[in-house]
């Protein structure tokens, strides 16, 4: 049972910004790099952002200056706490957003998915 969640999403108009979040057990997904998918209406899921678990991140040319990927971890709850702010959107953005692993995509991809969180970037 997959046990990624993933939240934030929302209607925003060409131009704004988001925040988007997702949570992650520790014990699961800790070592590994941790990504965001776009799925846009249609289309295949993409990886456009990914951070390492020390912290080191590459960009989708899609992403790079308007998006930024950050990680945290709660040792509390044990759960990491990855997270997408995304700014000057754009309606091609608009689509289903996903985090999950990303290790070794796009040979290897995650067999389980969250919900995802829907943006919609519309006037």
């Known amino acids: 049972q997959v046990q990624l969640v993933e939240s934030g999403g929302g209607l925003v108009q060409p131009g704004g910004s988001l925040r988007l979040s997702c949570v992650a057990p520790?014990?699961?997904?800790?070592?590994?790099?941790m990504g965001w998918y776009h799925q846009a209406p249609g289309h295949e899921r993409e990886l456009i952002a990914s951070?390492?678990?020390?912290?080191?991140?590459?960009?989708?040319?899609s992403a790079k200056g308007r998006f930024t990927i950050s990680r945290d971890r709660s040792t509390e709850n044990a759960k990491d706490m990855v997270y997408l702010q995304m700014a000057s959107l754009k309606p091609e953005d608009t689509g289903v957003y996903y985090c999950?692993?990303?290790?070794?995509?796009?040979?290897?991809?995650?067999?389980?998915w969250g919900q995802g969180t829907l943006v919609t970037v519309s006037s």
């Open positions: 999950n692993s990303a290790l070794g995509w796009p040979l290897q991809k995650p067999v389980l």
């Open positions: 520790t014990s699961i997904f800790g070592i590994k790099p």
């Open positions: 951070i390492t678990s020390d912290g080191n991140t590459i960009y989708a040319d």
